[in-house]
């Protein structure tokens, strides 16, 4: 087994595993605060470091048929939420590409305030 080489992302509002801390992504690069996880609400992100992904699987979600692939912490394997593939529908093309993580799985880096 190989060492797992892990990305540190500037600036002071890094959002990351819940975990183990390892850095997952900035503030900057949310899209919405309003999806809905497993576990409660979720942030949809343009850009996450730092991850795993399960395989590749068509899964019903709230607005459709998606192609989607789970995201793992790639330090200490939580399940983080999902990465959007393929979306079916025109309306939902918007997120492909984009990863959501799951609020319950994310804490605040270096912002010095709880997550709300």
Known sequence: ????????????????????????????????????????????????VNITFGPVEDRVLTTGLHKVQDIYCNCCDEYLGWKYEEAFEQSQKYKEGKSVLEKARMTREEWGIPME
């Open 1 to 48: 087994m190989g060492r797992v080489h892990r990305k540190f992302l500037p600036g002071s509002k890094i959002y990351a595993c819940s975990n183990c801390r390892t850095h997952l992504t900035n503030y900057e690069d949310i899209v919405s605060k309003s999806f809905q996880g497993r576990t409660g609400r979720a942030y949809l992100f343009n850009t996450v």
